[in-house]
């Protein structure tokens, strides 16, 4: 069935510093890709999101990146900072059993050291 | 926040009786989902509805029922609980088929079973 791999599965950076997370996805007529935040003890909630004819979208400190043809997206936090500790998930939108599905990532917990 | 709630936020449930858990919204979204979310588990469909009385399984549906009468309301059964679901259940509310344009969680409901 269709599959989204989400890499790694805990990512400590130092405060400061970059953070990259990756996620391929399987059915190459996935067309839209969200990523969310989870906080310990809340809700998952959407970050940034892009469709699959945009190459790239920024919003701040964020960003995310799309090969189609790698069937790859990444998530780009620059300067990180404590309040970006959390867990992030990857998703991609497919067409299965008659309507558009959301397909998950296992998600990335994010450790910013200060 | 959004217009979505969940009820309860917490319940502790003895083995072998029924529960129901409820969201409830008032964006008048036509998709609604049903995820459950466990450590090392990510998050994990277990229904979804794309229109009153409409509704599909999900990747883990077994023991779980589901009603929509009305567009606002999406029940979620355990017809006879068992220690294995315990878990966060997370309701989701989208506009279109797949969250193109991003999911808006309910704040979750911890079950316990015992």
């Known amino acids: 069935g269709e599959n989204v791999e989400q890499h790694p599965s805990t990512l400590s950076v130092q405060e400061g510093d970059s953070a990259v997370i990756k996620c391929t996805y399987s059915?190459?007529?996935?067309?839209?890709f969200p990523w969310y935040k989870q906080e310990l003890g809340k809700r998952p909630q959407l970050i940034i999101d892009?469709?699959?004819n945009v190459g790239e979208k920024k919003d701040q400190r964020i960003a995310v990146t799309l090969n189609k043809t790698a069937k790859h997206f990444s998530l780009h936090i620059t300067e990180t900072q404590p309040e970006d500790s959390a867990v992030y998930f990857c998703?991609?939108?497919?067409?299965?059993?008659?309507?558009?599905?959301?397909?998950w990532g296992a998600g990335t917990k994010l450790i910013i050291k200060p | 926040d959004a217009g979505i709630t969940q009820s309860p936020r917490h319940k502790v449930t003895e083995t072998g009786t029924p529960v129901t858990l409820r969201c409830h919204q008032t964006?008048?979204?036509?998709?609604m989902y049903w995820y459950r979310q466990d450590p090392g588990h990510g998050l994990r469909l277990i229904h979804y509805?794309?229109?009153?009385?409409?509704?599909d399984k999900g990747e883990v549906s077994d023991g779980y029922s589901v009603s929509r009468s009305k567009t606002e309301d999406f029940l979620l059964t355990l017809e006879s609980a068992t220690s294995s679901q315990t878990s966060v259940y997370f309701c989701?509310?989208?506009?279109?088929?797949?969250?193109?344009?991003?999911?808006?969680f309910g704040s979750g409901t911890r079950l316990t079973v015992v």
């Open positions: 989701a509310i989208s506009a279109s088929g797949g969250g193109s344009g991003g999911y808006t």
């Open positions: 964006e008048n979204h036509r998709y």
């Open positions: 509805s794309y229109g009153v009385k409409d509704t």
């Open positions: 059915d190459s007529a996935s067309n839209y």
């Open positions: 892009i469709r699959s």
């Open positions: 998703a991609a939108r497919t067409y299965m059993d008659s309507n558009y599905q959301l397909i």
